[in-house]
């Protein structure tokens, strides 16, 4: 995997990561890479791919916990991939995350999708995923 590296930005380092394996997709490599590295400490294993086609090979292949998705990738957009997950496995979290604000369509799009606006901090995303994952720590 990529280098960890503490960049002087960890907020409660006390916090355990949360036990979940998250599904991370994102087309931008830089954004891919430095999200994974900020969020290393709160989940406990991402899995981070580059488009919607490859989120769908990996996803029927294993199990997470919560898919995160940029909403602009090439080729199959990241509403599609909701659509796509959300036929395999109708309870999976998934949220998705977009320049623009999308809180108006949170709750059109059902119990287990929420939206959160980039750029996000990871305690943004964190406790976005706590709620929707129910997880305590």
Known sequence: GAARVNNGMDT????PPLPLRMLYVEDNALVREITCD????DI???????SGEEA????????FDVVVTDV??????GLELMRHIQ????????????GYPLDAVDYRLGP???????????PELRAL?????????
């Open 12 to 15: 409660l380092p006390d916090q």
């Open 38 to 41: 900020l969020l290393a400490g």
């Open 44 to 50: 406990r294993e991402i899995v981070a791919v580059a």
């Open 56 to 63: 769908i090979g990996i996803f029927e292949a294993g199990r």
């Open 72 to 77: 602009s990738l090439p080729a199959m957009s």
């Open 87 to 98: 036929e395999a496995a109708p309870s999976m979290p998934i949220i998705l995350a977009s």
């Open 112 to 122: 287990t999708i929420r939206t959160i606006t980039k750029p996000f901090s990871p």
């Open 129 to 137: 995923i706590q709620e929707l994952c129910r997880v305590s720590v």
